[in-house]
T-cell receptor, first 115, second 111 residues
């Protein structure tokens, strides 16, 4: 059981380049999330998905797009990278929330540097 | 304004000390809270849930104070390995079950 995995672990981009971050989970979780973490800012939600084929905006969605074509995968895309997107990106997943407490399981993170 | 507020610290304590962190939340309807632990350059991991009646797990105790809208984490007999950032999470944000994280409180336990 690998849990939540993220690819790549580290990437350097030039301004204007595009890339896709992949998140995969093998726990059959319904909910998946993408966060970014910057010094002094904590974790901020970018986009999330409550099930296969659905996505929704979080707190800081601008400049990012997501897709959830398969239940186990959640992709985060940067169409035209900007230096302000330099950050650590965490993916997380959890069971379907129905008023009960459900914990999130996080991937190891992707460190992105945009020059 | 962040809906979940934490003192960033750092809290610098000697081994064996007792230390407590608070976390305030703004959504009076919130009922579901967690404490996560995050080590440097690692992903957050669940430490414990916060129940209305309180929750104790070994040296760690979590409490919820609805009247004042804060949750607390108490660590007794601190170990060097407790050094980390502690994140509180409100699991009910704006009426939807989308977690809101505090910015974290840094704890440093020294010999």
């Amino acid at each position: 059981n690998a849990g939540v995995t993220q690819t790549p672990k580290f990437r350097v981009l030039k301004t204007g380049q595009s890339m896709t971050l992949l998140c995969a989970q093998d726990m059959n979780h319904e909910y998946m999330y993408w966060y970014r973490q910057d010094p002094g800012m904590g974790l901020r939600l970018i986009h999330y998905s409550v099930g296969e084929g659905t996505t929704a905006k979080g707190e800081v969605p601008d400049g990012y797009n997501v897709s959830r074509l398969k239940k186990q995968n959640f992709l985060l895309g940067l169409e035209s990278a900007a230096p302000s997107q330099t950050s650590v990106y965490f993916c997380a997943s959890s069971y379907l929330t129905s008023g009960e407490r459900e914990t999130q399981y996080f991937g190891p993170g992707t460190r992105l540097l945009v020059l | 304004r962040k809906e979940v507020e934490q003192d960033p610290g750092p809290f610098n304590v000697p081994e064996g000390a007792t230390v407590a962190f608070n976390c305030t939340y703004s959504n009076s309807a919130s009922q579901s809270f967690f404490w996560y632990r995050q080590d440097c350059r690692k992903e957050p991991k669940l430490l414990m849930s916060v129940y209305s009646s309180g929750n104790e797990d070994g040296r760690f105790t979590a409490q919820l104070n609805r009247a004042s809208q804060y949750i607390s984490l108490l660590i007794r007999d601190s170990k060097l390995s407790d050094s980390a950032t502690y994140l509180c999470v409100d699991h009910l944000s704006g009426g939807s079950y989308i977690p809101t994280f505090g910015r974290g409180t840094s704890l440093i336990v020294h010999p």
